[in-house]
């Protein structure tokens, strides 16, 4: 049982690149999330899912674009990166329920980028 | 900007000494969460407390929540080197999954 898997784990982009960020649940959880963590600025959270075919932006939306695939998987794609943009980004999924006190959001372990 | 802000910022004690930190956030909430990071890693959770509780314990934590202040405290007793952590509030809106995260508080115990 994986959990939350986050591939790649590193990435280094040019400004002007593009790329997806991967992100697969093994839980059968109903809700997956992108936040970005900044130095100082704790977790912000980028996009979410709710639901499979279902996605809403977060606090900092801009320059970025999300794909629920299905419900194990969620992506993250920035189509032309920025320095702006050097963070590091952690997916994290969770099954909202009467169990909730049971269930608590499962994150992955993170992809460090750097945008040059 | 962001829905949960914790204060304060950042925390030194003794080892064995009590360490408080607050949690305040804006809007109406479901569920309200404390996680901790370690220097370089994911979040683990920590705890979890609804809108219609007031307080929760787990081990050494003690968290409680005030809905008409929009307010929750972390407690740890009895602190650990081991707890030396980032902790971080974490709250639902009410009526949605949306799930952010408040700024942090960097607790460091001294041995």
């Known amino acids: 049982n994986a959990g939350v898997t986050q591939t790649p784990k590193f990435q280094v982009l040019k400004t002007g690149q593009s790329m997806t960020l991967q992100c697969a649940q093994d839980m059968n959880h109903n809700s997956m999330y992108w936040y970005r963590q900044d130095p100082g600025m704790g977790l912000r959270l980028i996009y979410y899912?709710?639901?499979?075919?279902?996605?809403d932006k977060g606090e900092v939306p801009n320059g970025y674009n999300v794909s629920r695939l299905n419900k194990r998987e969620f992506s993250l794609r920035l189509e032309s990166a920025a320095p702006s943009q050097t963070s590091v980004y952690f997916c994290a999924s969770i099954s909202w329920g009467q169990d909730l006190g049971n269930s608590p959001l499962h994150f992955g372990n993170g992809t460090r980028l750097t945008v040059t | 900007s962001q829905q949960g802000e914790e204060d304060p910022q950042a925390l030194s004690i003794q080892e064995g000494e009590n360490a408080t930190m607050n949690c305040s956030y804006k809007?109406?909430?479901?569920?309200l969460q404390w996680y901790r990071q370690n220097s370089g890693r994911g979040l683990v959770h920590l705890i979890l407390i609804r809108s219609n509780e007031r307080e929760k314990h787990s081990g050494r934590l003690r968290v409680t929540l005030d809905t008409s202040k929009k307010s929750s405290s972390l407690l740890i007793t009895a602190s650990r080197a081991a707890d030396t952590a980032s902790y971080f509030c974490a709250t639902d809106a009410h009526g949605n999954e949306k799930l952010t995260f408040g700024t942090g508080t960097r607790l460091t115990i001294i041995p």
């Open positions: 899912s709710a639901s499979e075919g279902t996605t």
């Open positions: 809007t109406s909430i479901n569920n």
